[in-house]
């Protein structure tokens, strides 16, 4: 049986979707090329082209709160097939971008993410907090070593007679900026995720995907487990054909990511559970691994941005762009930074520190509102596909 709605177009979302890359979308005549070429899409309620018409009809809350919008992946296989040149892809990702900022809270940072005239506001936010933190971590060796000797000892900050970054910004003032700002992004994301989640559920219902009232958690649980080999392998993005060389790129910038992730956590152990400060031996298998995740970030963002420049048919927003930029910075920082140091040049290696811990901050605190969130998103609603056996 037809679906049957009552339609309450919300003409300000057209503007909004439009406005974020999704500028094709009145062409589409409503065809369904789109959805019968999309080697993602399931047979039952297949998209591009049912989201397409919500679109132009304006329909936000059948968009925002649908998880299909997240099982796209963007390969534009449907917009290079698309006979009236509509991007039903690049709609999509319009959409994604949307739903972030309508989940994430508050509401005024989301658009100031989103804006590129309140990125300047952005960055002086962790750049004035590093540099007052520099101030007060020079000020404070300073005092010490003069009171040192004056009694005649010799002032030792946490063992550091070397060229070491906690000699510059105290290894305990990143991390009371950082543990704290870790426990905002899950907030958010918590807080997002549970609108997030019962959108999907209450849509799916809506259009007959799931017979179940309520989330099972344990089989959720389970379908995530299910389901997380094929996010680690970026499988989705090897169906595709149109953009198919974009999964190294994203398989470099997320491994790096992991492997940042598992480097972080290891030396936060041993600093504060062995209290051995850095910094640590270039021989350590460790720094190995941060090193080979350092690189990998930046080729991998190198990449992207290749890609991106060379497929002028595609939309390319400030939302890609910032984040991209952000990564390649964090990635080219990181090295840097540590160069610098074994070349025992104090200024640049200090310089290049505070510069990394900037993009450090920027990445984290603005993850819930940046394209970055599709990680969370889209793992949870290919949790949701699963769980539903939306396949
Ligand atoms: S987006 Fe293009 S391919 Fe898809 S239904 Fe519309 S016109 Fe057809
Ligand atoms: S961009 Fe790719 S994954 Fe997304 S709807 Fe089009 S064909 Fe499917």
Redesign the pocket.
């Given at each position: 049986m037809t679906d049957r709605y009552l339609v309450e177009p919300d003409m300000d979302f057209v503007k909004e979707v439009v406005g974020l890359g999704g500028d094709t979308l009145k062409k589409c005549f409503q065809c369904a090329t789109?959805?019968v070429?999309?080697?993602?899409?399931p047979d039952t309620k297949p998209?591009?082209r049912k989201e397409m018409i919500a679109a132009s009809w304006g329909l936000k809350d059948k968009l925002v709160g649908n998880g299909d919008i997240w099982?796209?992946?963007?390969?534009?296989?449907?917009?290079t097939m698309c006979p009236r040149g509509a991007k039903?892809?690049d709609v999509?990702g319009a959409i994604r971008s949307y739903a972030i900022t309508e989940y994430a809270v508050p509401k005024a940072l989301g658009k100031a993410v989103n804006d590129p005239k309140k990125l300047p506001v952005l960055l002086a936010v962790p750049a004035v907090l590093f540099a007052l933190l520099a101030l007060i971590t020079v000020v404070f060796s300073g005092v010490m070593t003069s009171i040192f000797d004056v009694i005649g000892l010799e002032w030792s900050h946490g063992g550091h007679d070397v060229l070491a970054h906690a000699n510059f910004i105290s290894t305990w003032f990143v991390d009371l900026v950082f543990i704290p700002l870790t426990g905002w992004v899950v907030v958010i994301f918590a807080l997002g995720l549970k609108r997030f989640i019962r959108d999907i559920h209450d849509n799916a219902v809506l259009e007959g995907k799931t017979d179940k009232k309520e989330i099972d958690i344990k089989e959720f649980l389970q379908a995530f487990v299910r389901v997380l080999p094929t996010i680690i392998k970026h499988e989705?993005f090897s169906e595709?054909s149109?953009?198919k060389d974009r999964t190294t790129a994203h398989l470099m910038v997320l491994y790096g990511f992991i492997g940042l992730f598992i480097v972080t956590n290891i030396f936060f152990f041993v600093l504060y559970i062995f209290h051995i400060p850095g910094p640590y031996s270039q021989l350590n298998p460790v720094k190995w691994l941060a090193n080979v995740a350092g690189i990998s970030l930046i080729i991998g963002s190198i990449l992207m941005i290749k890609s991106r420049l060379a497929k002028k048919d595609q939309s390319s927003t400030y939302k890609d762009w910032f984040l991209i930029g952000l990564v390649l910075a964090l990635g080219l920082t990181g090295m840097l930074t540590e160069m610098t140091r074994l070349a025992g040049t104090a200024f640049l290696t200090y310089l290049l520190y505070y510069i990394h811990l900037v993009c450090v901050f920027c990445l984290f605190a603005y993850l819930p509102f940046s394209k970055l969130a599709h990680l969370v998103y889209r793992t949870v609603a290919m949790t949701y596909a699963e769980y539903g056996k939306r396949t």
């Open positions: 789109c959805s070429v999309c080697p993602i899409s998209f591009p099982l796209c992946h963007n390969c534009g296989d449907c917009s039903p892809g999509l989705k595709c149109e953009n």
